[in-house]
């Protein structure tokens, strides 16, 4: 949206302007320059009076400037086409310039409006306007420094189409417009703008294009507005709330001039610059829908390959301990082991030592028990047990005195004993040392 | 017959699923697969080492439990013959009872190895001696036997007296030795 806008209407005998900002709250009119109110009207020839404007008001290559003409300078035809693609219909137009316009081709500067393009067809209007007419507006921006700020020159009941566009809920809505010595009928749904034509200012000529619009566009007498008649029109009163601040239209036609910058109607503009209907290039939506897919998933796989390096950096830290714990358990089982082995061999050498065979103790007990006379010749010793051959007065004796020791148990004579002729004894007497 | 423009949407929609076909199959599809197995394996090794830790504090408590000081150990020590073999056990205790021989007036008649014996689990060198001694020489022979403090035990003893003689005694024995191999 501009944010400075200067909507100007002239024709042959008037000259109108209003100036618009935009601010914080939207848009409100503001002076153009010095010396000069908001908007304001002028009487007179509208050529000169827009040459003296421009000079007085001071160039600002900020400002867009939008021209409304009457329909006298600008001319309209009505385009139906068969379904096809939008550009087609656009080469088909500007190759058929010749047949459409009055003019020849090269002396018109022309834009086309697409008033509806769908199943049934496409719907077009032709504006333009002689090359030398429009050329002397060019002249008067050029001369007074403003050339940047034109922006686009438009037939006044397109601006004042676009300023209704939302405001009227039937479905058709026409209105009929005077401009200098015609009168112009044109008719416009929410499809947008679908007829224009003029007729002279006669009123049978007026009352019979009336009836032609009539019959085609059924219903339309009830929506159809005679913009000249005192109170015949209430296209401001119902115009959408942005476009309140501009002046009545009926007052100020520069309001149509201002009106379709403001809206999403299609720019329309008779001037040397291209047709402006907006095409969908499926590549102009494509490449950058590509790009920021690409973008997207080259992001998206960064944060997954994130998320993959820091679960394998987890797994990895996680295995680091694990390996550390495994070679912490291994010396540790291994010196379980070994305890375990020495808490057994502990117990072993206890056995072991508990079986030693004191013998110097016990041979020993032996001599001091046995009695006097007594005495061993042989003496052996194996697994625990002691056979002892002696020789002495009185084995029994000697067993029984054995037998009293702590030290032996399972003390016996053993085999026979032999009695000699001096009246000794000879025996064997077999023990076993007693295990603690 | 498909216009220009509608042309382009197929082309457009056909590379931009293709597009995220390639990504998907090449670089997200493995990458999820790589997370996943990542995930996966972090917790196996999780499972595991709180498997380790539990093992690792069972095994601290039984290593408390089956403490020994190393005044235990150093007294294990003692009570062994130093050898790294059986053979050199059976050597040493030769040795050390063949000194005493010397020391103390005994005869060494013969002397032999014996095949290893065993004493539970573990093996015993095995060592016979036949000497001929006096009264005196037996006493110290057998007190020196009973006080050795190393793991040597008499396996046999035999003692026959030969009356007259200054070395009446006639003595065979045979000595075990416990071998512990750590």
Known sequence: ?436 | MISKRNKQWIAGGTITLLLVLVWWVNFYSPARAGIRDAQEKRDIYLGKKQLLEKKIEKLMEKQAENMIHEGEMHDFADLLISGNNIEEVNAVVQQQIQNFFKDNDILLKTYRVLNTGKWMDYDMGRLQFAIITSHRGLSRLLKYLEEMKQLVKIEKLNINYNKGREHSLHVNFSLETLFVNE
Not at chain 1, 304 to 309: I, R
């Open chain 1, 1 to 436: 949206m501009k944010k400075n806008i200067l909507g100007i209407y002239i024709d042959r005998d008037s000259f109108q302007y209003a100036a618009a900002v935009k601010g914080i709250s939207g848009y409100r009119l503001k002076r153009p320059g010095l010396g000069y109110r908001a908007c304001g009207t002028d009487k007179g020839n509208g050529y000169a009076l827009l040459k003296k404007f421009l000079k007085e008001v001071p160039p600002d290559r900020s400002r867009s400037v939008y021209l409304a003409l009457p329909r006298s300078q600008i001319f309209a035809r009505e385009i139906r086409l068969p379904v096809m693609p939008l550009e087609d219909a656009l080469m088909s137009v500007q190759n058929s310039l010749a047949i459409y316009a009055h003019l020849a081709p090269e002396t018109i500067y022309y834009d086309i409006y697409v008033a509806r393009h769908d199943k049934d067809g496409i719907h077009m209007l032709l504006f333009y306007a002689a090359k030398n007419e429009i050329e002397k507006i060019n002249k008067i921006f050029s001369d007074t420094g403003h050339t940047a700020s034109l922006k686009g020159i438009l037939p006044v009941s397109y601006g004042i189409f676009a300023l209704a566009d939302k405001g009227i809920a039937s479905p058709y809505t026409g209105v009929c417009l005077h401009q200098e010595d015609v009168a112009e009928f044109f008719v416009f749904s929410k499809n947008g703008l679908l007829f224009t034509m003029t007729a002279p200012l006669y009123e049978d000529e007026k009352a019979l294009l009336k009836k032609g619009v009539v019959k085609r566009f059924p219903g339309i007498d009830k929506s159809f507005f005679d913009f000249n008649a005192i109170g015949g029109c209430d296209i401001s009163r119902n115009c959408p709330q942005h476009f309140k601040f501009l002046p009545d239209l009926q007052e100020n036609l520069a309001s149509a001039a201002i009106a379709p910058a403001l809206t999403k109607v299609q720019p329309v503009s008779v001037d040397e610059q291209p047709v402006r209907i907006k095409f969908i290039h499926p590549v102009r939506y494509i490449v950058p829908f590509i790009c920021i897919l690409v973008l997207g998933l080259y992001i998206l796989t960064g944060n997954v390959e994130k998320k993959a390096d820091q679960a394998e950096s987890e797994f990895q830290e996680l295995k680091n301990t694990v390996t550390q714990l495994e070679n912490k358990l291994a010396p540790l089982q291994k010196k379980i082991d070994t305890l375990k082995k020495a808490a057994s061999f502990k117990q072993d050498v206890k056995k072991i030592v508990q079986s030693k065979p004191m013998m110097y103790s016990a041979i020993n007990e032996i001599a001091r028990l046995v009695p006097e006379g007594t005495w061993f010749a042989g003496f052996s010793y194996h697994d625990g047990k002691i056979l002892l051959r002696g020789r002495g007065s009185d084995a029994l004796g000697t067993v029984e005195l054995l037998r009293s020791s702590d030290m032996f148990v399972n003390v016996g004579l053993k085999g026979s004993v032999n009695r000699s002729s001096t009246g000794d004894e000879r025996f064997s007497i077999s023990l076993e040392l007693k295990q603690e």
